[in-house]
């Protein structure tokens, strides 16, 4: 059974500084997807990363997947306050994804 | 409009009441799913559906029901609702297993059962 772990899950960041977010997942794949979720909102495709090695860009956020290691990061360069959400990886299993408890966002003045 | 509509946007029944949640997709794509989201949690799969009359369980389909008798539509039924079911359900559509396109999601029905 494939699992996802997220770290941290709660994450309080002052402006203007960088953090990453890990996702670790246990079995074999190589298509990892970054969401966001604002409150009461629904989930926003960020990036989609097809191989090992792959980094994809948007603005201040960057994310790279590592599929020998299992693992995905989701950098935040510069935090702005717009940031504030809940983000997601999921992993892909063939047919269905397996989403991460999510990490929750504070970016504070 | 294209997209993935979700109907209704909240809903408050009783315990043991059927109660029908309904998700709608305009871009043909074979794959629709529905995903629970409680603290805590993060998502989980209740059922998914490859193409029109094939379903298939999640990790959390005890209690729940489905059907696809057409592509664009993915109901959700729970047949005799329980307050652990209250929760944000969320649909999702992709065009393929193999696409490189992310999974695209509705905007939610928030449930509570009384």
């Known amino acids: 059974e494939l699992k996802v772990e997220q770290n941290p899950l709660f994450l309080s960041m002052q402006e203007g500084k960088n953090y990453t977010i890990y996702c670790n997942y246990s079995t074999t794949s190589d298509r990892l997807y970054w969401y966001r979720q604002d409150p009461g909102k629904s989930l926003e495709s960020l990036f989609v990363l097809l191989s090992n090695g792959a980094v994809k860009q948007e603005g201040r956020l960057m994310a790279s997947l590592d599929t020998k290691a299992r693992l995905s990061t989701l950098h935040i360069t510069a935090a702005v306050h717009d940031l504030s959400a809940t983000y997601f990886c999921?992993?892909?299993?063939?047919?269905?994804?397996?989403f991460g408890e999510g990490t929750q966002l504070t970016v504070n003045p | 409009d294209a997209g993935i509509t979700q109907s209704p946007r909240y809903k408050i029944t009783e315990t043991g009441r059927q109660v029908t949640l309904m998700c709608h997709q305009t871009?043909?794509?074979?794959?629709m799913f529905w995903y629970r989201q409680d603290l805590g949690h993060g998502l989980r799969l209740i059922y998914y559906?490859?193409?029109?009359?094939?379903?298939d369980k999640g990790e959390v389909p005890d209690g729940y029901v489905v059907s696809r008798s057409k592509t664009e539509n993915f109901p959700l039924t729970l047949e005799s609702a329980t307050r652990s079911q209250t929760s944000v359900y969320f649909c999702?559509?992709?065009?393929?297993?193999?696409?490189?396109?992310?999974?695209?999601f509705g905007d939610g029905t928030r449930l509570s059962i009384l």
């Open positions: 999921a992993v892909d299993s063939g047919s269905r994804l397996t």
């Open positions: 559906s490859a193409a029109a009359d094939i379903t």
């Open positions: 871009w043909s794509h074979s794959y």
């Open positions: 999702a559509s992709r065009g393929t297993a193999k696409s490189n396109q992310p999974q695209h």
